[in-house]
């Protein structure tokens, strides 16, 4: 059975994973908004940004979060002069780190879905007088409906499942920044191999679970499949 | 009476528009031209769906465009309805969600009953219920000409509608189109490269070619004009619009007054001073210099040699006037050559034969 510590791991997880995939939706909404109508030069070299972490060690992302939201480092600094401490080792640290570690899973499904679009339904609406922000809303919301089931589902569960960027800038404080996949890690550390069963086989039916109703009960058409 | 004032000029890199037009502020008038004339970026610039560097353009009075002043109304701002070539329907509403789109966002109290007007003008008010994908290539294009004009537009522009339909379809639509052309009171800018959509729907033609624009007009003036590529091809024609005068029941004909005479057509169905659209080609005008007595050809009328232009093969064109119409015929050089037809000469025609459009 899960111990309630496990069970405290879970819920901190899903909070986590809860909150980034909230901020993320609202981020990369608009940035995947403007990644796919710009021609701008910073087109590229923000898109290479974002899908960074796909290709990055988490380690690697965790060890320069680490740096930068030190006492010395620029966002450290900065948090520190608004009065809100460090993030390392904190909740929000944690959050932070997840937006910008699954920041990917959720803007390039978004940006296939707005790609797929294509101009012509905006041009139809701004015929029938809804001014762009307007038909962002009433067109092409509804319209990538599909992607944004594709994202955030995507954003969740990469989050529940990340641990290296975790371990570099959350460390392992219960309640505060013990997260599942860690406390799996715990568990094998000190044979505890029922526990990891159990916790692992949780995660195990989560994630299956979710990508079944993705690739099911979703028309397969009307969803931007992430991998095909 | 000018209403419509455009004037454009744009690059891309293989392609660049250059125009300066004034059309009237009532009727059909059709941009025609083969696809790279610049017909449809034309009406994309006048709907502000592209945005030209330098021009100016004003509809009714209102400035909608003038880049000297640095004015450019962005396209929702602006009174018209769009008609796009695939429908462009919105596939996540209903067809009644679609056509009440644009109502939503304008303030008229009009609209409903004007929606209603559209919805049955149409005849698309069994289709309400459905999705855009239930729907076969003609109903998509009714709802979107019945959403453009649902909102009682002050224009309306319409790019290729039939373009992307196959025969049938096209022949399900036009007599909606004749409708609109007789009902609405305001311009409609109709982009086509269908010869039979401007002899069905113009009132003014517009001839576009390489994006510039080489002739601008009323239609019949304008399909006649021998220095145009028009009065030469296979299938010259000039509309001519005309009123039903009386019915022949006994011989299944009907004639059918213009100003400065009549012709005979087979039986219209349609009341006494109704109006019609016929169209003659060129190829089935001929010229005698005398009144044929003996002639199986029922409509034999007086007419003037206006203008004649030689081909470089065996072929002739003849711009006549007949009464107030302008005529175009089609003969052999040789003809022209022995009967000794010159300018001014007063001829006989024989029409053959005419097509009803309406």
Redesign the interface.
Known sequence: MLSSADLDTLLLTFKVAGIATTILLLVGTPLAWWLTRTRSVWKGPINAIVALPLVLPPTVLGFYLLVLMGPTGAIGQLTNWLGLGTLPFTFYGLVVGSVLYSIPFVVQPLQTAFAMIGKQPLEAAATLRASPFDSFFSVVMPLAKPGFITATILGFTHTVGEFGVVLMIGGNIPNKTRVVSVQIYNHVEALEYTDAHWLAGCLLLFSFTVLLILYTQLKASTVTQPFK | MTDIKARFRLAYDDFSLNVDLSLPGTGVSVLFGQSGSGKTTLLRCI???EQAPKGYLKINGTIWQDSERKIFL????RP???V?Q?A?????LTVLDNLQ??LK??KNNLGIIKLNQTIELLGVGHLLERMPSNLSGGERQRIAIA??LA?NPEILLMDEPLASLDLKRKQEILPYLSRLHQQLDIPVLYVTHSQQEVAQLADTLVILENGRCLASGPLAETQSRLDLPLAQDREAATVWQVHIAEHESDYHLTRVQFDGGSLSLSLVEAEIGSPLRVQIYARDVSIALTEPSATSILNVLPAVIKQITEGRDSQAVVQLKVGQQLLLAHITRKSLLMLGLRIGMSVFVQIKGTSILN
Do not use: M, Q, V
Not at chain 2, 74 to 77: D, G, I, S
Not at chain 2, 88 to 92: A, P, Q
């Open positions: 709907a502000g769906l962005p396209t929702y701002k018209l309805g769009y796009f695939d462009n329907l919105f596939s996540h789109y644009g966002r304008i959403r453009a909102l």
